[in-house]
């Protein structure tokens, strides 16, 4: 049951160059998606997110892309930094009838950034 | 910065054991958590818990796990009889909910379970 997938396991991006993480999902009712980056012996650490309704959100130097017709988001960092070598998770919320808000995992991918 | 702190770090237990994880969420958050990470795997949910109940479960999470809020700032996760492939780490989480969309979880560093 893969409803949020992140097909590229790693990835290495020079500094100050645009790093582009990409995740599809397969449910079409999910009302949220997340980034999160993780770093080792640490917990997810929350990035960005974006509304269903939405197709961009940018904060800083991240922004994420919405395509609800591909079911595909992408988050772009830019410029790259080495702080911003991690592994960064893309998630998925759905909102139960008590207002919770499950999230699903994407597998993650390693982002190293090369000084 | 207010975060989600969980103890032990680490725990080391005998197959069969029972184990009880601890989380003291963020203080005014209404929504607490429970997800594991196995080794090389996704971070999965287990459990949601508001108002002093469990709101929503996963399939992963039967009749050996369970949750309680025993006061007013813990939260735990109780897992009785554990086996080999309850090792993983355990990462609780807390939101603030209040019905908007989208209010993120904030996550504690995790504890990593080892079954021996």
């Known amino acids: 049951d893969q409803q949020v997938k992140q097909n590229s396991p790693s990835l290495s991006v020079q500094e100050g160059r645009i790093s582009i993480l990409n995740c599809d999902y397969t449910?079409?009712?999910?009302?949220?998606f997340l980034w999160y980056k993780k770093y080792p012996a640490e917990g997810p650490t929350f990035l960005i997110s974006?509304?269903?309704?939405?197709d961009k959100n940018e904060d800083g130097r991240f922004t994420v892309f919405l395509n609800k017709s591909a079911k595909h988001l992408s988050l772009h960092i830019v410029p790259s930094q080495p702080g911003d070598s991690a592994v960064y998770f893309c998630?998925?919320?759905?909102?139960?009838?008590?207002?919770?808000?499950?999230?699903?995992f994407g597998t993650g991918t390693r982002l190293t950034i090369i000084p | 910065e207010p975060e989600v702190t969980q103890t032990p770090s680490h725990q080391v237990t005998q197959m069969g054991q029972e184990v009880i994880l601890r989380c003291v969420p963020i203080?005014?958050?209404?929504?607490f958590y429970w997800y594991r990470q196995i080794l090389g795997q996704k971070v999965e949910f287990l459990v949601s818990?508001?108002?002093?109940?469990?709101?929503?479960k996963s399939e992963i999470f039967d009749d050996q796990f369970s949750v309680e809020r025993p006061d007013g700032s813990n939260f735990t996760l109780k897992i009785r009889s554990t086996k080999l492939e309850d090792s993983a780490m355990y990462f609780c989480?807390?939101?603030?909910?209040?019905?908007?969309?989208?209010?993120?979880?904030?996550f504690g560093q995790g504890t990593r379970l080892t079954v021996v």
């Open positions: 974006i509304s269903s309704i939405k």
């Open positions: 818990f508001y108002n002093n109940e469990i709101s929503e």
């Open positions: 998630a998925a919320s759905s909102i139960s009838n008590f207002g919770n808000e499950k999230l699903t």
């Open positions: 449910n079409s009712m999910f009302d949220y």
């Open positions: 989480a807390s939101s603030e909910g209040r019905g908007r969309v989208g209010t993120e979880a904030f």
């Open positions: 203080s005014n958050h209404l929504y």
